[in-house]
């Protein structure tokens, strides 16, 4: 946040500039077991949210990504975790065309999850309630306690 704040100075002058924001589908819908790391991807998104309401009309683009579980890197595919076989993932590169989608297009919210968790997210801003039980049921809590597990030598 501060380094959007300290370079939108030389974007004004420049008449264009584009953020970035790498954050999670967390950031939409909280599971058990990920409550401070969904509360950090919810403010990222919503300071993503509220820069671009700010910068609206202006040539400088703010533009929020939010990933899934990514296979073959990161934070999910380094903990050796498992996921439901309903459940998909997305690869880096993936990750990386949103992003360039993102910024080519002025595009402010960008999922890269399969349809299911997409679906999940928007479903999750209407009814949070019958979202968390359905996501318990499906096993998500032992998801997150697996990457909790794998990662636990990197905090």
């Not at 409550?35 to 991807?41: I, L, N």
């Not at 683009?61 to 579980?69: D, L």
């Not at 999922?111 to 096993?139: F, H, Q, S």
């Amino acid at each position: 946040m501060q380094m959007t704040r300290a370079l939108l100075e030389g974007w004004r002058q420049r008449g264009a500039g584009h953020a970035v924001y790498i954050s999670s589908i967390s950031g939409k819908i909280a599971t058990s077991g990920a409550s401070v790391y969904s509360a950090t991807k919810f403010g990222l998104r919503g300071f993503a949210q509220g820069m671009r309401d700010e910068l609206h009309g202006t040539d400088i683009g703010i533009s929020c990504i939010n990933p899934g579980f990514i296979r073959d890197a990161g934070m999910f595919a380094d903990s050796g975790a498992t996921l439901p076989k309903t459940i998909g993932t997305n690869s880096p590169e993936e990750v990386a065309a949103a992003v360039v989608h993102a910024v080519l297009g002025d595009k402010g919210d960008v999922d890269v999850a399969p349809a299911l968790i997409r679906v999940t997210a928007k479903l999750n801003g209407l009814a949070p309630e019958l979202m968390a039980g359905i996501a318990r049921r499906m096993g998500t809590g032992d998801v997150i306690t697996q990457i909790s597990a794998g990662q636990h030598d990197r905090r």
